[in-house]
């Protein structure tokens, strides 16, 4: 009778050494073939699984298919059978790892290395497509890595068959939900189309870190493999290359139809995306990737960092560009290596000059729902050119540059389109036509006609000659002031600070100061920030109105605008003075310095100004502070101090704008602590106070349901990690 300490299994030509997984369909053991003298993986199937026939008949084709697949990135299988312990696979053993346990160890990989991974993955399943077989299961546990830098794909059609008894509840279902294609989700019949789109989820996953359709349930992942559009790379990660990008973009696409026709052409288009200096083989570069990631990664952002610092250097010198692109590849060096300090005080200096936004645009509802509409249709030129466009008038030049280098990989036969995109980054000196980041495909001088030959001009034609053409040109200067006028109102109406809740608060100045600032907006408004600096700089310079009562209102505008256009330092020094005189203004003053200071330095000295407006008890600047005092905390890792900051605002201040905000956040960090049942009130809160289709509305949603999820599997107790009172220094 046997025991639990009965004898390893025996199988024919294998001695078992030990264990190496268990699953629920089989045993995998190390042992050792004695005719081939060589290390194989042996899956032994568990009898109660191999009891099922239909199992056994697939089972048994599957792997005589497999058996056929010879191919250096594909796990060769090298024997099957039966015996008294059940049938059984002997398959190629890896010393090495998973790419699963790799991205568990490392979060994500540089950019050259997961594009060498995912053509390797290519080139295995190309050849298997070519034999007719779909893998149906690619995803990070069934990518072996070697010690020697060998990428192997695994579980070839076993995989199938093993899912099809594994995933019952979901009917005809076969595959692991986060790794699915869209068909595969809706049990629609699939081909090779559907193994392109899993390697595109691995390869984003590679890049960000993150799975783009993975939830803690897997029946709302599956809906979002159908239904959701990933999070756009560029948002997790600003340093990878438009091209890549666009090959993610491509491979996730939900129509088959729109991704790569075959593995091969995928596989072409990401081994063109592979740029390494010098020459470097991919192979290579991975091996030593392998031996020494730390040292691999360090070496890389500092060699990254300088070429792209030495690039935008020398685009400023020449001036061959215009500022958006050299501040393009600066913002590159600055990110690429954070710790260079050269890159990152060059690019604060740049972006200052040049007003421009020292982080990413965010909050633009408009921009939010475009780059929602183009994520379904990621190549149509008018959305990308609109998107452009109003990056550039929101002075985020640097999602407007990503829009741009997109546009410019674009076969684009409108001249007029052309001539719109140039105009995007065309230096002043030049005008369109001219990028310095690529040189147009058409020459302008091959065009023009030669020079008539000079004919005598009647002297009474002079004045006709001379004024026909003024009139022409007034008429269409005044056309063009009219058009630029109009299209400028979005981006040139008075500073709006949606993030802290300022917006709407300055009341309007009275008598001549009313009218002074009511002239400088209107200046505003044709895009002559220099000229409404001016007129507001020059009145409250004026003796005469010294101590005017509307004095601070005027010098508050005069911040602001000074703080849109990127000049900083002034808008801090106006604001400061306002504080210093404790004007009736200095709370506002005090909320927009910290407001600013938040933005140029979050971990800066913005704390102090909201810990003040806290203090004050005045009901319009509390529930600010106390936003802003959660999120300061929150990044210095004092969760307990930001989670009472942020409850607070949502329960003293409910109807307040930043208030839906405040639950969400403290949602967040409550589900962080396992405490479910508070977390799930959090976000019930914010989704029943949120505006529908709107940004914390979606957001307050898709938390609720990764709660209930977890609620669902009810096994993990809830931790008590309590908001702490904040002392007198918080």
Same mark, same amino acid.
């Given at each position: ?25 089989? +045993?995998?053991?190390?042992? +050792? ?26 089972? @048994? ?28 696979? $002997? ?52 990518? @072996? ?75 709302? +992942? ?82 990254? *960092?300088?070429?792209? @610092? ?45 007003? $421009? ?129 109009? $299209? ?103 909320? *927009? ?55 607070? @605002? ?39 106070? *949120? ?40």
């Amino acid at each position: 009778m046997k025991t639990a300490t009965a004898a390893p299994p025996q199988f024919r030509d294998y001695e078992i050494e030990r264990v190496i997984a268990r699953g629920g369909m089989a +045993t995998v053991y190390l042992a +050792t073939d004695q005719k081939q003298n060589r290390k194989v993986a042996l899956k032994a199937i568990h009898p109660h699984i191999a009891e099922d026939p239909e199992f056994l008949q697939r089972f @048994l084709h599957e792997v005589r298919i497999h058996r056929e697949l010879k191919h250096p990135n594909i796990l060769e299988l090298f024997d099957f059978g039966d015996s008294a312990d059940g049938p059984f696979i $002997a398959m190629e053993y890896v010393d090495g790892a998973t790419l699963k346990s790799f991205l568990e160890q490392l979060t994500k990989l540089p950019c050259e290395i997961a594009l060498f991974v995912a053509g390797e993955v290519l080139c295995g399943l190309a050849f298997a497509h070519q034999k007719g077989i779909v893998h149906r299961d690619v995803k990070p546990a069934n990518v @072996l890595i070697t010690r020697r830098g060998g990428i192997k794909v695994a579980d070839f059609g076993i995989s199938r068959t093993e899912e099809m008894t594994r995933l019952t509840q979901t009917g005809n279902v076969i595959g692991t939900p986060a790794y699915m294609s869209p068909e595969q989700a809706l049990a629609a019949p699939v081909d090779a189309r559907s193994d392109i789109f899993s390697v595109g989820i691995l390869l984003y996953e590679m890049l960000s870190g993150r799975n783009p359709f993975g939830t803690d349930n897997p029946v709302t +992942t599956i809906r979002r493999v159908i239904d959701a559009y990933p999070e756009d790379l560029f948002r997790l990660d600003p340093t990878i290359p438009t091209e890549v990008e666009e090959l993610v973009g491509r491979m996730l696409a939900k129509d088959p139809s729109r991704r790569f026709p075959t593995a091969m052409d995928a596989l072409q288009a990401v081994t063109s995306c592979i740029q390494l200096p010098g020459g470097v083989d991919a192979r290579d570069a991975f091996r030593r990737f392998l031996h020494g990631p730390s040292r691999y990664l360090e070496e890389r952002r500092q060699t990254v *960092s300088r070429a792209h @610092l030495q690039k935008g250097k020398s685009l400023l010198e020449s001036k061959a560009a215009a500022p958006e692109v050299a501040l393009w590849e600066i913002f590159q060096a600055h990110k690429a290596d954070a710790g260079s300090l050269e890159a990152s005080e060059l690019y604060q200096t740049i972006a200052s000059k040049a007003g $421009a936004r020292l982080t990413i645009q965010m909050e633009n509802a408009k921009i939010l729902e475009l780059e929602e509409k183009l994520r379904s249709d990621p190549q149509n030129v008018q959305l990308l050119l609109q998107l452009a466009k109003l990056c550039k008038l929101e002075r985020d030049f640097i999602s407007m540059m990503r829009f741009f280098l997109k546009l410019k990989r674009l076969k684009i036969s409108d001249t007029y389109l052309e001539r719109q995109i140039d105009s995007l980054v065309a230096p002043p000196e030049q005008g369109p036509g001219s990028t310095g980041v690529r040189p147009t495909s058409r020459s302008r001088a091959a065009e023009l006609p030669a020079a008539p030959r000079k004919k005598a001009i009647h002297p009474a034609s002079k004045w006709l000659l001379v004024g026909l053409p003024a009139l022409f040109l007034l008429g269409g200067y005044l056309a063009i002031r009219s058009i630029w006028k109009e $299209a400028s109102v979005s981006r040139l109406r008075p500073r709006q600070v949606r993030s802290v809740g300022l917006n709407d608060l300055q009341v309007k100045a009275r008598g001549d100061a009313g009218a002074v600032v009511a002239r400088a907006r209107k200046v505003v408004e044709t895009g002559d920030n220099s000229a409404a600096m001016e007129i507001l700089d020059a009145w409250t310079r004026n003796p005469a109105n010294a101590s005017h009562p509307d004095m601070p209102r005027v010098l508050l505008e005069l911040a602001a605008l000074n703080d849109k256009v990127g000049r900083s330092e002034k808008a801090l020094a106006i604001y400061s003075q306002l504080i210093d005189q404790n004007a009736p203004e200095r709370f506002e003053a005090r909320a *927009s310095r910290g407001d600013l200071l938040f933005r140029l330095d979050p971990d800066g000295k913005a704390e102090a100004d909201f810990r003040v407006l806290r203090d004050s008890g005045d009901p319009t600047w509390v529930p600010v502070a106390h936003f802003y005092l959660g999120k300061i905390l929150q990044r210095q890792n004092n969760l307990g101090l930001a989670l009472d900051h942020f409850e607070t @605002l949502a329960q003293r201040f409910p109807q307040h704008d930043l208030a839906n905000e405040g639950c969400l956040l403290a949602a967040r960090l409550r589900l962080a602590a396992g405490s479910l049942s508070e977390a799930a009130a959090l976000a019930q809160q914010a989704q029943e106070h *949120s505006k529908v289709g709107g940004d914390v509305h979606r957001q307050a949603s898709e938390l609720l349901t990764q709660i209930q999820g977890k609620q669902v599997e009810g096994a993990t107790p809830e931790v008590a990690v309590q908001p702490q009172s904040a002392p007198a220094n918080q």
